[in-house]
Nanobody
Framework: QVQLVESGGGLVQAGGSLRLSCAAS????????RGWFRQAPGKEREFVAA????????YYADSVKGRFTISRDNAKNTVYLQMNSLKPEDTALYYC????????????????????WGQGTQVTVSS
């Protein structure tokens, strides 16, 4: 089993920044993908960003490209999401996710491809 614990959420004004962290513990996989999804009230869950653990390739939703950056620290087994130029529409519960295998093509963007999910951390952006 893999345990994912998110931190770093909070309340910020529009235009501000936050950095989310996701620490993993338990079973480890050499080639897998970590990422972030979010869900706003009344809306469907959506993909935000993903990173391959072995090669460090990154993938982003169009809505966050140029504003958010996903990164990893292999030694700490932690993934980060740096969020800049935040907008009120970024308000959501942000979930850290991890797969047990490599993903390909559209798999990065599909929630069902990730077996492990954190509890979520709330991000609220005020206008």
């Amino acid at each position: 089993q893999v345990q994912l614990v998110e931190s770093g959420g909070g309340l910020v004004q529009a235009g501000g920044s936050l950095r989310l962290s996701c620490a993993a513990s338990g079973r480890t996989f050499s080639r897998h993908v970590r990422g972030w999804f979010r869900q706003a009230p009344g809306k469907e869950r959506e993909f935000v960003a993903a990173i391959t653990w072995f090669g460090g390739s990154t993938y982003y939703a169009d809505s966050v490209k140029g504003r958010f950056t996903i990164s990893r620290d292999n030694a700490k087994n932690t993934v980060y999401l740096q969020m800049n130029s935040l907008k009120p529409e970024d308000t959501a519960l942000y979930y850290c996710v991890a797969s047990s295998t490599m993903l390909y093509g559209g798999g990065y963007y599909t929630g069902s491809q990730y077996e492990y999910w954190g509890q979520g951390t709330q991000v609220t952006v005020s206008s």
